[in-house]
């Protein structure tokens, strides 16, 4: 059966507390009953006193002297007398020494005090009868019983006092029974503390100081206990048992942590060399899309110059065909003039000033004609093979013109003849004729030749358009490819950098776990090692920066990577500070160095970004207020509480959001926003 510790001082103390009421009971009881005791006393002398009173009225009486005052004082007398009297025997009604009415209970008086009863019936009549008659045999009563009257009532109140001082005694002697039961209590109690409580809580404090010192395989003695006590070895035993096991498993676990960082770090290595090359093919691949852009904008550029110069050349074309269209209706006319000619010799010197005219017009478009077919023919050849076709055609436009130019000399000589022999024109008229069927026929294929040129260019035009919105298309499309790229190339550094921290916490994991494995061997090796360890000296580490610059991290603005180099040389001065155990004021100095240093690099990059229209300064003004919002609450925490478990962790949190995300994507962004405007 439990007999739980608990339950056994509630024994002891309903003991205790019953002894303590117990006494506290009695002497409130005696107390009071000595109250009643003394108002007895005091009203027992008071009879004393009234018998006296009594005797003396008599005496006035008999003197007759102040008789009437005498008579009322002795009614008066009387009366008290014998109401006292018979509440202090019987119980009843009296007044107090102020005359105020009190209920008295029945006497505790072992005698019955008759002879007093009696000897106050007798003393009562004859004050009656001397008062009714002035009897002087009662007057002679009253002076020979006086005396018994008063020693009566004087030993009524001796034996009142005799009871009072009883009820005193019985009230000491319960005092000293109450506090020799305390104090054997007390002994009983201390002695069942000391050995049921005392001892073990000693007995654990020692296998606790053990455990201390390294030694885990301990057992407390007092598992059959019954109590709380017994539960309390038992869960200590099993709690020593677990802690054993927990022990074996994490010296397992640190192993196979060990064992595991390492792969994961050789891993890791692997994982880098693959996106050191994939670093280099993409910028490879973007050096080879950079160059395609240009090339892609070159030819676009140029295909729209070809598209512009063959829109001119089909203008000029066409003003070409109108006006051998012209020709063909003015050399219809110059037949319709020689056939009329053969009937008006006279009209034949206008006609053939106007054909002279016409033969210039002509030999201008042919000239013209010639330098547009020499241009076609240059434009052709610097389009390649696209222009080879082009090149026949301007060719053969050229012979044509030549050709135009030819036949209009001849017109013209001919024109000479006619002028300076209009005597033979009617002579020759047919030959005329002929000559004009022949211009007529050649105008017809000039006219036919810049037909097809038109159509000719106007297919090659439509095809310099296509490839001009090809080569513009293809211009995008790399541009498209050159940003994903960048984009690629900052997610590989990104990648990079996040891989080389995690070699570093890989690396602290791999330390830690040795470090452990040292501390639970530690422990199973017992206090003699532990005392070696806890006071052997230990050399010191140079502490390895947390945090190291990479070209990954430059911005590409020279005043912003100088006050981020400075930046980071803090933050592991702090980090260093307080891994290394430094004080609080030391590390309380750095971050304040830190704070300080944030907002002036924060306030002049924001002034840079403000100078320079920056169309993201709200998004870096808030990831600002953010850091320094962060530092601040750190400074705050060390203020108030010190160096808390778990603060490194936190500030390299905070440090690795501000590398990654700030850093990579935010103030990157800033230096490939000056670069583009200044480009321009």
């Known amino acids: 059966m439990k007999r739980s510790i608990k339950f056994k001082f509630f024994l002891v103390m309903l003991f205790l507390g019953l002894i303590i009421l117990g006494n506290v009971f009695t002497v409130v009881l005696i107390t009071n009953s000595k109250k009643y005791d003394g108002l007895l006393i005091n009203l027992g002398g008071r ?82 009868n001397f008062l009714n008659s002035n009897d002087s045999e009662s007057l002679k009563y009253i002076y020979e019983n006086n005396n018994l009257l008063l020693k009566l009532s004087n030993d009524m109140t001796l034996e009142l006092q005799e009871i009072s001082d009883y009820k005193e005694k019985i009230l000491l002697n319960g005092q000293i029974l109450f506090l020799l039961l ?38 407390f003695p007092y598992e059959k206990r019954k109590d709380e006590i017994g539960e309390l070895s038992n869960e200590l035993d ?34 880098r060399e693959s996106i050191d090359f994939l670093k280099m093919s993409i910028g490879s691949a973007g050096s080879a899309i950079e160059e395609m852009s240009q090339t892609g904008q070159s030819i676009s550029e140029n295909a729209k110059y070809t598209e512009e110069r063959f829109h001119a050349i089909i203008n000029l074309t066409s003003q070409g065909e109108t006006i051998v269209n ?28 106007m054909i002279s005219e016409i033969l210039m017009v002509i030999n201008d478009i042919a000239s013209q004609t010639n330098l547009l077919a020499l241009n076609a023919a240059i434009e052709a050849a610097r389009a390649g093979e696209f222009g080879k076709g082009f090149e026949v055609v301007a060719e053969e436009v050229r012979k044509l013109a030549v050709k135009t130019t030819e036949s209009t000399k001849e017109i013209q000589d001919m024109i000479k003849n006619i002028q300076h022999d209009t005597k033979n024109v009617i002579n020759n008229m047919e030959k005329t004729d002929n000559e004009v069927e022949k211009g007529v026929k050649i105008v017809a294929e000039t006219g036919t030749a810049f037909s097809n040129i038109v159509s000719n260019i106007n297919d090659a035009s439509n095809l310099v358009s296509g490839v001009a919105h090809s080569a513009t298309e293809q211009s995008y499309a790399t541009d ?48 003699r090692d532990l005392d070696k360890i806890r006071h052997k000296e230990v050399k010191e580490v140079k502490q390895k920066d947390y945090i190291v610059w990479k070209t990954e991290l430059d911005t590409g603005v020279e005043m912003i990577d100088t006050e981020h180099l400075g930046l980071i040389k803090e933050i592991n001065n702090l980090i260093a500070n307080i891994e290394s155990g430094k004080g609080k004021e030391v590390v309380l100095d750095t971050i304040q160095f830190l704070a300080d240093y944030t907002d002036e690099h924060f306030s ?51 440090i690795a959001d501000w590398l990654v995300n700030h850093i990579f994507h935010m103030d990157k962004k800033i230096g490939e926003f000056l670069k583009q405007k200044y480009r321009r």
């Open 47 to 128: 009879q004393r006193m009234l018998t006296q009173r009594i005797s003396k009225n008599i005496f006035t009486i008999n003197s007759n002297y102040n008789v009437e005052n005498a008579i009322d004082e002795l009614n008066a007398s009387i009366i008290l007398y014998e109401n006292t009297l018979k509440g202090m025997l019987e119980g009843g009604k009296t007044l107090d020494g102020a005359n105020k009415e009190i209920v008295l209970k029945k006497s505790e008086l072992k005698n019955n005090y008759t002879e007093l009863t009696i000897l106050w019936e007798n003393y009562k009549k004859h004050i009656e």
């Open 182 to 219: 305390s104090i054997i209590l007390i002994v009983l109690v201390y002695i069942y503390l000391s050995k049921s409580i005392v001892l073990p809580i000693t007995v654990f404090k020692e296998l606790f100081h053990r455990a201390s010192n390294g030694e885990l395989d301990i057992r």
């Open 238 to 271: 099993n709690f020593f048992y677990k802690i054993n096991t927990i022990l074996n498993n994490i010296e397992s676990y640190s192993k196979a942590l060990f064992n595991g960082s390492n792969e994961l770090k050789h891993g890791l290595d692997e994982i």
């Open 326 to 353: 012209n020709v063909i209706r003015s050399i219809g006319n110059i037949k319709n003039t020689v056939i009329i000619g053969k009937k008006s010799v006279s009209e034949l010197a206008d006609k053939t000033d």
């Open 480 to 527: 498209d490819i050159s940003k994903e790229t960048d984009s690629i190339v900052n997610s590989v550094e990104e990648n990079v950098f996040i891989i080389n921290r995690n070699f570093k916490e890989i690396d602290n994991i791999v330390e830690i776990s040795k470090d452990l494995e040292e501390l639970i061997k530690l422990f199973k090796a017992g206090s």
């Open 604 to 654: 002049h990059e924001e002034e840079l970004m403000r100078r320079e229209n920056y169309p993201d300064l709200e998004i870096q003004l808030k990831a600002h207020k953010y850091f320094v919002d962060n530092i601040k609450e750190i400074q705050h925490t060390l203020r108030t509480s010190g160096i808390q478990p778990g603060m490194t962790v936190k500030i390299k949190k905070i």
